[in-house]
């Protein structure tokens, strides 16, 4: 950056970007695959919810004979809806991404762009976040199985 522009703003006011054919080209593309992964993930979960649905209706069915166990598939099945409402939202940005940058190439849209990426920033800014809290309660749960592995609680009497 030149020395004459004491700061960024200025720079970019005088300087503005701007999106090349091959940029546009590879935003259709990164739209495409982003649309792509985002339906696919959509199935993957909607697989998941009916199969949380479905242990919680037949788990009083599967586990009638096992009464230590009779809530387990209650308990798994909601696991499942909790994991399904958590991954909605990354699968509403994605497509919001998708269908943004889509709009924005064919248009040549700033405001459309904008949007596109607000969205993939949503998308990154939630599933770090998801990722981060995940490995802590994994750790958290392999120092419990430790913790209970050293006491013995899993052995036999």
Request: with cysteine; aromatic share 12%.
């Amino acid at each position: 950056m030149d020395e004459n522009y004491n700061d960024v703003e200025t720079f970019v006011e005088e300087n503005p970007m701007t999106v090349s054919p091959e940029m546009k080209n590879d935003l259709r593309s990164s739209a495409r695959w982003a649309k792509f992964l985002t339906i696919v993930m959509a199935v993957a979960t909607a697989l998941v919810a009916l199969l949380g649905i479905f242990m919680m209706a037949f788990s009083r069915y599967v586990f009638r004979d096992i009464p230590a166990q009779s809530g387990m598939g209650t308990f798994l099945g909601l696991t499942y809806l909790v994991v399904t409402a958590l991954v909605l939202y990354p699968i509403i940005q994605g497509l919001t991404f998708s269908r943004c940058v889509k709009n924005a190439c064919r248009y040549n849209s700033e405001e459309a762009l904008a949007r596109g990426f607000r969205a993939m920033h949503a998308w990154f800014h939630y599933n770090g976040i998801l990722t981060i809290v995940s490995l802590v309660l994994y750790v958290i749960i392999l120092l419990a199985l430790i913790l209970a592995m050293v006491f013995g609680v899993f052995s036999n009497p």
